[in-house]
């Protein structure tokens, strides 16, 4: 498909009972986006669902865009569902170039069942080296969790920076439910994973500590409070 690449205004309006279900494919109000704009819409009570795992850059589902180039998403919120394996996020599924999300919320549910999941409430996942993320006055108070998977990656804000990513993360509440599953190699935290090569800057950014479990099912130690303003997280090892 050819990426939109205009600028979508919603006008506050409300697109409710998007419903999407199917394999290999990329998923969202928008699949592809390059260079655009999405602003001042809600995607509400909508169901996108990948009945297969595969080609990351493929096997993409988001609420609102499932792979975006150079793009920016504002005032956007949704209570949408994401189910199965691939790569999810509640704004983007997969980011590429410079990507800007401000004043977002995502409050829907994000279900992987199998697969390598990387699973995030704004970003599942930044592409390949030379994307910068960043995400300001935004909040999740939804739903993440990877049931039956190994080397799966879910996080309330991203679910994981890939190698040469630059995250940048300002003012930023994390409030939801995250739960890995009962399996080595399943990770759950504000941000999935960090390879090494990533840098990510934090400024005012608050996570709470409810519900957060690592796969053994204890809690992750890297939430519950403020994360020190001007934090250069450190890369996962």
Do not use: H
């Not at 009570?45 to 920016?72: P, Q």
């Not at 956007?76 to 997969?94: E, K, P, R, T, Y």
């Not at 080595?184 to 840098?199: E, F």
């Not at 005012?204 to 957060?212: D, G, S």
Request: hydrophobic share 35%; glycine share 18%.
């Amino acid at each position: 498909a050819v990426p939109f690449a205009g600028t979508f205004d919603g006008q506050g309006y409300t697109i409710t009972g998007l419903f999407q279900v199917g394999a290999a494919r990329r998923m969202g109000l928008f699949d592809t986006t390059s260079g655009a704009t999405v602003q001042n819409v809600k995607v509400q009570k909508s169901y996108f669902r990948l009945n297969e795992a595969g080609d990351v850059n493929l096997c993409v589902n988001s609420a609102v865009i499932g792979y975006g180039i150079n793009t920016t998403v504002k005032n956007v919120s949704s209570n949408a569902f994401l189910a199965n394996g691939g790569v999810m996020g509640g704004m983007i599924g997969q980011a590429q170039g410079t990507t800007n999300i401000e004043n977002c919320w995502f409050s829907g549910e994000m279900n992987g069942a199998w697969g390598n999941v990387r699973a995030g409430g704004m970003v599942g996942m930044g592409n390949a080296s030379g994307t910068t993320i960043n995400i300001t006055n935004c909040l999740f108070t939804g739903r993440g969790s990877a049931t039956f998977n190994t080397n799966a990656y879910v996080g309330g804000i991203i679910g994981i920076g890939n190698y040469s990513n630059t995250l940048n993360i300002k003012n930023t509440l994390v409030a939801g439910n995250l739960n890995g599953a009962a399996f080595k190699g399943t990770n759950v935290s504000a941000i999935g994973w960090l390879p090494g090569g990533g840098k990510t800057t934090v400024e005012n950014v608050y996570v709470t500590n409810e519900a957060y479990k690592n796969s053994d099912g204890t809690s992750v130690a890297t939430v519950g409070g403020k994360i020190k303003t001007g934090t250069v997280v450190s890369v996962a090892q």
